[in-house]
T-cell receptor, first 116, second 113 residues
Framework: GAGVSQSPRYKVAKRGQDVALRCDPI?????LFWYQQALGQGPEFLTY????????KSGLPSDRFFAERPEGSVSTLKIQRTQQEDSAVYLC??????????????FGPGTRLLVL | GDSVTQMEGPVTLSEEAFLTINCTYT??????LFWYVQYPGEGLQLLLK?????DKGSNKGFEATYRKETTSFHLEKGSVQVSDSAVYFC????????????FGTGTQLKVEL
């Protein structure tokens, strides 16, 4: 079956531009996560949705970062007024349930963002 | 805070060699532990997991045992193949601490003929 898909796969932005990154989770998956992966580092948690509710946004680095999942399926991560330090791979993951038990998170291929 | 520490790479091995990638963790609660693998050009994939002390996760010839006394979850494989070349990430998830994963920095493995 189809996995998690993300678009665009690559994005080059000029400093100060706004960008929007899209995630299509596995159909029926309740939970959706966004992570940021800097070059040579492990992914770092940004935010978590359960259906359309954003239950944890503690990892968002600044108020320039905003995520939504209005219908509990597709999610968009928006970065306003991009800065060079925002350059990273942005990973989306989904899992079938909510909490309780070590459910696997299924990752998309990521969007590589380069801010010039 | 919670954290995961992995041995630095790259690790370069000959085919059929024994592999160990060290992983230790710091957590305030009782985490579940995971190994993810990222093959070149692909997304992260779950390799194996363990949910409580002394559990052993295994998959594709890889194994890791949850050691609470040493707060470790070392990844091992008895005989690596060229196709195992990838970046390996150790991660934890706190029970009752939300669902987010906390990752280590990753260890690149290169297997040569």
């Amino acid at each position: 079956g189809a996995g998690v898909s993300q678009s665009p796969r690559y994005k080059v932005a000029k400093r100060g531009q706004d960008v929007a990154l899209r995630c299509d989770p596995i159909s029926g998956h309740v939970s959706l996560f966004w992570y940021q992966q800097a070059l040579g580092q492990g992914p770092e948690f940004l935010t978590y949705f359960q259906n359309e509710a954003q239950l944890d946004k503690s990892g968002l680095p600044s108020d320039r970062f905003f995520a939504e999942r209005p219908e509990g399926s597709v999610s968009t991560l928006k970065i306003q007024r991009t800065q060079q330090e925002d350059s990273a791979v942005y990973l989306c993951a989904s899992s079938p349930g909510t909490s309780g038990g070590p459910q696997a998170q299924y990752f998309g291929p990521g969007t590589r963002l380069l801010v010039l | 805070g919670d954290s995961v520490t992995q041995m630095e790479g790259p690790v370069t091995l000959s085919e059929e060699a024994f592999l160990t990638i060290n992983c230790t963790y710091t957590a305030t609660g009782y985490p579940s532990l995971f190994w993810y693998v990222q093959y070149p050009g692909e997304g992260l994939q779950l390799l194996l997991k363990a949910t409580k002390a002394d559990d052993k996760g295994s998959n594709k010839g890889f194994e890791a045992t949850y050691r609470k006394e040493t707060t470790s979850f070392h990844l091992e494989k008895g005989s690596v193949q060229v196709s195992d070349s990838a970046v390996y990430f150790c991660a934890l998830r706190l029970t009752g601490g939300g669902n987010k994963l906390t990752f280590g920095t990753g260890t690149q493995l290169k297997v040569e003929l």
